[in-house]
T-cell receptor, first 111, second 114 residues
Framework: QKEVEQNSGPLSVPEGAIASLNCTYS??????FFWYRQYSGKSPELIMS????GDKEDGRFTAQLNKASQYVSLLIRDSQPSDSATYLC???????????FGTGTSLTVIP | DAGITQSPRHKVTETGTPVTLRCHQT?????MYWYRQDPGHGLRLIHY???????DKGEVSDGYSVSRSKTEDFLLTLESATSSQTSVYFC?????????????FGDGTRLSIL
């Protein structure tokens, strides 16, 4: 079983819609969760960190964490063509210093 | 800008040659990591460091070695490159917000082994 799983997509949404990206993780002891955006040919860029159950909002982005279900999601409101990228979910366990990444979900926002 | 510089940015070399990639940080982060990214596999950890001369293996460490003689530099060496090591290599750093701080990535090195 993979440590972190994401639907690879591709996910397509029209401009202005809400894009919903999902991630599940296997280790119930995980404590820190991150979403990265990666444009083609570029490096991953941190967009959200979340450490406790519930929602965390930053501009058009909302991260949601449900530890009981071992589920993390990212909502992008008012999606823009510039949001078209691959989104990586990352998880850090309570012990050790390693981060575990999903394989990413490709998002396309259609003008 | 998290103050991470990877060099070289691109390299083409032949099978069997040694290759060293460098990651340099300017922000005194404790933890440094080397990943490779390949289609269908995502980011896979090669080696990481939790201090000067303190390193540990990751998921795909075979064929790679690392060294960290100074806080700011983390070197990845392919002793005898093989075509299967053609990939994009990313360095990452963390440690500014305690143990749970996020990672920040360098711009990557695109390595082709012919």
């Amino acid at each position: 079983q993979k440590e972190v799983e994401q639907n690879s997509g591709p996910l397509s949404v029209p401009e202005g819609a809400i894009a919903s990206l999902n991630c599940t993780y296997s280790d119930r002891g995980s404590q820190s969760f991150f979403w990265y955006r990666q444009y083609s040919g570029k490096s991953p860029e941190l967009i959200m960190s979340i450490y406790s159950n519930g929602d965390k909002e930053d501009g058009r982005f909302t991260a949601q964490l449900n530890k009981a279900s071992q589920y993390v999601s990212l909502l992008i409101r008012d999606s823009q063509p510039s949001d078209s990228a691959t989104y990586l979910c990352a998880v850090k366990k309570n012990t050790g210093n390693q981060f575990y990444f999903g394989t990413g979900t490709s998002l396309t926002v259609i003008p | 800008d998290a103050g991470i510089t990877q060099s070289p940015r691109h390299k083409v070399t032949e099978t069997g040659t040694p290759v060293t990639l460098r990651c340099h940080q300017t922000e005194n982060h404790r933890y440094m990591y080397w990943y490779r990214q390949d289609p269908g596999h995502g980011l896979r950890l090669i080696h990481y460091s939790y201090g000067v001369k303190d390193t540990d293996k990751g998921e795909v460490s075979d064929g790679y070695s690392v060294s960290r003689s100074k806080t700011e530099d983390f070197l990845l060496t392919l002793e005898s490159a093989t075509s299967s090591q053609t990939s994009v290599y990313f360095c990452a750093i963390s440690g500014t917000q305690g143990r749970e701080g996020p990672q920040h990535f360098g711009d990557g090195t695109r390595l082709s082994i012919l």
